[in-house]
């Protein structure tokens, strides 16, 4: 399947801090989405984005749909203690109907 | 959003016996719903799309006389876990995919189910 490496893999940061985090492929990609995992549960679908280029809010969360087709980034203002968890980017091939996941960037943010 | 749900939330059973976990649609039709499943601090990992009214298309090294998949309806797919073994004890999510006319796919999870085999 394809491969989707996310970075950093894991991050420590202070309460109030930005954060960002990026998700890149070898191949190219019609859909990106970008999803919020709590401990026990599913995804949370954060983003949405379907044009290369586009930039899409969310509250505190922006991310974007990289030119190239091949990478996205996610982007959290002012971090708060319930941002924490592990946030996976996904990408859909122009061809078939299946979303590949990345590896996950697990966030901690320190009161 | 699309709300997806998942039962049971969480299952034990003993080796041998077989485990169905149901995920619904709540207020959409899917015609696609995907099964993965995840080990601890892992990404997610797709077992098998299942497309209803049709067979599943299971993922490479996925065994499906094992994970038996049903997809009877718009808005429920099942996932049977047969003849279950320890090794089998994971986190199983479905999702459903919603797409409309225009480039807007996109997918919605179910909440999983954890499954532990004694």
């Known amino acids: 399947g394809q491969q989707l490496n996310q970075s950093p893999q894991s991050m420590f940061i202070q309460e109030g801090e930005d954060v960002s985090m990026n998700c890149t492929s070898s191949s190219i990609f019609n859909t990106w989405l970008w999803y919020k995992q709590d401990p026990g549960e599913g995804p949370v679908l954060l983003i949405a984005?379907?044009?290369?280029?586009e930039l899409t809010s969310n509250g505190r969360l922006t991310a974007q749909f990289g030119i190239t087709r091949k990478d996205s980034f996610l982007n959290i203002s002012a971090s708060i203690p319930s941002d924490v968890g592990i946030y996976f980017c996904a990408g859909q091939l122009f061809t078939g109907n299946q979303f590949y996941f990345g590896t996950g960037t697990s966030l901690t943010v320190i009161p | 959003g699309a709300v997806v749900s998942q039962h049971p939330s969480w299952v034990i059973c003993k080796s041998g016996t077989s485990v169905k976990i149901e995920c619904r649609s709540l207020?959409?039709?899917?015609?696609?719903m995907f099964w993965y499943r995840q080990f601890p601090k892992q990404s997610l990992m797709l077992m098998a799309t299942?497309?209803?009214?049709?067979?599943?298309?299971?993922e490479q090294g996925v065994e499906k006389d094992k994970f038996l998949i049903n997809h009877a309806s718009l808005t429920l797919s099942t996932l049977t876990v047969t003849s279950a073994h320890p090794e089998d004890s994971s986190f199983y999510i479905c999702s459903a995919r919603v797409a409309t006319s225009g480039p807007t796919d996109t997918q919605y999870f179910g909440p999983g189910t954890r499954l532990t085999v004694l």
């Open positions: 984005l379907y044009k290369a280029g």
């Open positions: 207020d959409f039709q899917a015609t696609t």
């Open positions: 299942s497309n209803e009214g049709s067979k599943a298309t299971y």
